[in-house]
Structure formats: structure tokens, C-alpha cells
């Protein structure tokens, strides 16, 4: 664990009074780690399981992307939003095709609707069961376990974080979604591989 936490985290914490930007400097590793969960948990404090709501509003997101530009459009066969499972997560956007100017103006209106309206409440509970049917099913093994409760100690700090993953999420809401998504899906870098006349530069900076 280096410096790179210390940025990172304050510019997670940035204008929140009381962040101490500069206090990760031990240099005992498990110390660093015990300094980084405390600060995460203060982050969380302010940003009240933003994580969760990020991992749903990208599954929402990816759904619809897929109905939009597979489905009724046909302009790809792969299309999806990723969320990236790490101590400070993040999401993404993929796609392969080629017509990227729809496809790009298909995705900066479908997240600007994640910003601006509310997941219907009953299709928010049809999401959630469905995660955590997949997390049973994942998590069968022992190996599976362990994986779960380490990540658990690396990521928040206490081993025993492992078993909140579900009441976490069955207390997202519509408004934590929105407010996750008015807030990270904004600022994104691309990387685009293929005829560059082909793509509006206007269109990626938008997003």
C-alpha cells in the first residue's frame, strides 16, 4: 500500500470538514490498512452505502443498454456497464460496434435517466434477490467463503463485514441509486480502437 491510497481517499473525502488528507503515512502495512478501512468507513458515513447502490445502479444500467442497443437496435452484440469490485470501487462502459455515434448518444441518455429518475421499488426488490441468489450460489464453496471474508478484512477492514453483503443490499434505495449515479457516472475516459472520423468528439466529451 503506498501515497497513491492518501490521494485517492482525499479526493473521495474532498471538501468534507473533519478529513485528515495526509494520515496514512505509518509505515507498518497492517497499520495502513486499519488507517485506510477507518477512513473508508468515515467516506461511507457521508456517502451511505454508495457502494451497493453503484453495484446495482451498473447492473440497472447494463440491462438497459442492452435492451436499447442490442435488442431493439441491433448495433452490437456486446454492450454492457461493468462494476469493478475493489476497496474504492468503479464502473465502466463497453461496447464493440459500428455505429458508435448511436451507440454513445444511446448511453449518455440512458445514464443521464439513472441521474435523474427513480428504479421503481419493485423491480429494485426483483434486482436485489436476484444478487443475492447469485451470491449464495457463488459463495458454495469453501474457497469461495474465505475469498469473501478476506476481501471482507482487505477492503473494509473487519473480516466480519462478510456476512452483511446481503442486509446491505436490501437496504439500498431508489434515491441511494440516483444519488450514486448523479455522482460516479460522470467524468468518464475512453479508449476507443477503430476509424476515428467514425466517432463525434463531442459526443465523448459529453459524458
Do not use: C
Amino acid at each position: 500500500m503506498d501515497r497513491s491510497w492518501v490521494e485517492i481517499l482525499a479526493k473521495a473525502a474532498s471538501g468534507k470538514p473533519g478529513m485528515i488528507r495526509d494520515r496514512l503515512l505509518s509505515e507498518d502495512n497492517s497499520q495502513r490498512y486499519k488507517q485506510v478501512a477507518d477512513l473508508v468507513a468515515e467516506i461511507d458515513q457521508l456517502y451511505p452505502n454508495h457502494y451497493q447502490a453503484l453495484r446495482i445502479a451498473t447492473s440497472v444500467l447494463s440491462g438497459r443498454l442492452f435492451t436499447e442497443v442490442r435488442v431493439r437496435r441491433n448495433l452490437t452484440y456486446d454492450v454492457s456497464a461493468p462494476f469493478i469490485e475493489r476497496a474504492i470501487s468503479s464502473g465502466g462502459l463497453y461496447v464493440t460496434t459500428v455505429y458508435p455515434d448511436s451507440v454513445l448518444g444511446i448511453m449518455r441518455r440512458e445514464i443521464a435517466r439513472m441521474q435523474t429518475s427513480l428504479l421503481d421499488p419493485e423491480n429494485l426488490n426483483v434486482i436485489v434477490q436476484q444478487f443475492i441468489t447469485e451470491y449464495f450460489l457463488n459463495n458454495e464453496t469453501d474457497a469461495e467463503q474465505a475469498n469473501q471474508i478476506a476481501r471482507a478484512e482487505l477492503y473494509g477492514g473487519d473480516y466480519r463485514l462478510a456476512g452483511q453483503f446481503v442486509d446491505q443490499l436490501r437496504a439500498v434505495t431508489p434515491e441511494q441509486i440516483r444519488d450514486a449515479s448523479r455522482k460516479y457516472m460522470r467524468g468518464i475516459h475512453f479508449a476507443y480502437v477503430g476509424d476515428s472520423t467514425r466517432v463525434s468528439k463531442a459526443l465523448i466529451t459529453s459524458f
